[in-house]
């Protein structure tokens, strides 16, 4: 039985879907868990048959073939953040990264700097009223499906329906090919020691009433760990994970202070296990966005107490933030974090931290006398306030120079310490 009784929507074959894209097309890829790998493989095998074909993208999962021989020599990547499935790629000039806040993607696509041919999206079959979802990422899906000349949807029972923007009806779609497969799914890690110790330093960094934002991994699940005794917390985030689910269901994340959709979980994407997305699914509490809403500074300042928790790669003793880039290797992108380390510092009472381990697993400080030539600053010195590593916190905010260094050996590891602070006696002659 067909999962569509409308005639609005033409079913077609994934081989009949991608022929849509022609030579010279820019063609877009929704991300993360909502990833159209189908669309994608089909397209990749049409590799002899095309030739400049460019893709346009944030992060994705699944096999990125049109990054590797031979598929990249019909196609070419030109990725608004660099996940791990293609950055061999980008490293290796197969592909290349466009540097931009997450905020403003939808840019690219509105006043027509990278217009798009064809945008390939997975969604719900429509209700009855021949709405789909778009399900667990609008974060720029949205804007695109919204310029691009044609549509190309996988229609997947699977899909959770989110409440909120993200929604297209049928009319809108092109062409529709129908599968019924899990979307990406992620599993919540283990946090470490150190990883377990800093999640308490930045639970005690965060006021009963904050407004979180948070990222996916173990620090941010560690912190999440660590509010159990906190009352009226909100969310307001680009994304998040399985972490917050045991403080919905214990009450502490209720929203009601927020000023920004009070009651409302607000975000643009979401990424974890079965059990979230069964909780995401038609569930008017959670409200996804596109980006350009989620991530707009004079948003996000709007809400009290803002709570912004990012990593970094490296943080030098003045205080510039690396988090996108080793040296010159482009390790991801610059994502949001400056959307909502700005929007926090804005916030009444606001607290904007950068949290991360003393050193790498190679046991290399984090806290260096200068970035890595080549490193990009991802958010700058005078950005920064709280900085966390398992050794402690400190806030830069109003420091100078040399106060900054003084601060932030001070919660290096130990065995880096007598370097940083003669680095810091030469370049501060104290």
């Given amino acids: ?33 909502m990833t159209p ?28 073939k049109y990054t590797r021989a031979p598929y990249c020599e019909a196609f070419r990547l030109q990725s608004c953040f660099v996940g791990d499935n293609v950055r061999k790629g980008v490293d290796e000039r197969r592909g290349d990264y466009i540097p931009v806040f997450l905020s403003e993607i939808h840019w690219l696509f509105r006043r027509n700097i990278l217009p798009l041919d064809v945008a390939f999206i997975q969604v719900s079959p429509p209700d009855k009223h021949g709405y789909c979802s778009l399900g667990v990422s609008v974060d720029i899906t949205l804007p695109a499906i919204q310029t691009a000349k044609t549509v190309v949807a996988l229609i997947n029972p699977r899909v959770p329906r989110t409440h ?38 930045v639970a005690g960094l ?10 996916i991994g173990n620090i941010p699940n560690a912190v999440l760990s660590n509010l159990t005794n906190h009352k009226r917390l909100g969310i307001h985030t680009e994304m998040f994970s399985d972490g917050i689910l045991p403080l919905i269901e214990q009450g502490v994340i209720t929203g009601e202070e927020k000023e920004i959709k009070t009651g409302k979980i607000v975000t643009c994407f979401a990424m974890g296990t079965q059990k ?10 959670v409200h996804f966005k596109e980006a350009g809403y989620t991530n707009d500074t004079a948003i996000i300042r709007q809400n009290p107490k803002v709570t912004a928790i990012n990593s970094a790669i490296e943080i030098d003793l003045t ?18 974090q400056m959307d909502f380390i700005r929007g926090a510092s804005l ?4 607290k904007p931290i950068i949290a991360m381990p003393s050193v790498t697993t190679k046991g290399i400080s984090k806290i260096t006398p200068f970035l890595k030539q080549g490193a990009s600053v991802t958010t700058t010195r005078a950005h920064v306030h709280y900085v966390v590593t398992e050794y402690g916190v400190v806030n830069l905010f109003g420091k100078s120079l040399e106060q900054r260094a003084k601060a932030l050996i001070s919660i290096a590891h130990p065995d880096h310490r007598d370097v940083l602070c003669q680095a810091a006696m030469r370049r501060f002659k104290v």
């Fill in 1 to 33: 039985m067909s999962l569509t009784n409308t005639s609005e929507l033409k079913i077609v074959t994934p081989a009949e879907a991608v022929s849509v894209v022609k030579s010279n097309d820019r063609v877009f890829f929704q991300g993360a868990a």
């Fill in 319 to 336: 205080g510039q933030v690396c988090a996108d880039s080793i040296g010159a290797f482009q390790y991801s992108g610059v994502g949001g």
């Fill in 347 to 350: 916030s009444e009472n606001g």
């Fill in 276 to 285: 979230l997305y069964d909780f995401i699914d038609d569930n008017p509490i």
């Fill in 164 to 201: 909120g923007d993200g929604i297209i009806h049928i009319k809108n779609i092109d062409f529709g090919v129908e599968i019924d497969t899990p979307i990406h799914a992620t599993a919540l890690g283990e946090p470490t020691h150190i990883e377990a110790t800093i999640g308490k330093h």
């Fill in 206 to 215: 965060v006021e009963d009433g904050a407004t979180l934002q948070m990222g």
């Fill in 37 to 64: 790998n189908l669309l994608i493989d089909t397209l990749c095998a049409r590799y002899t048959e095309l030739e400049n074909v460019e893709i346009v993208q944030i992060h994705t999962h699944g096999d990125a």
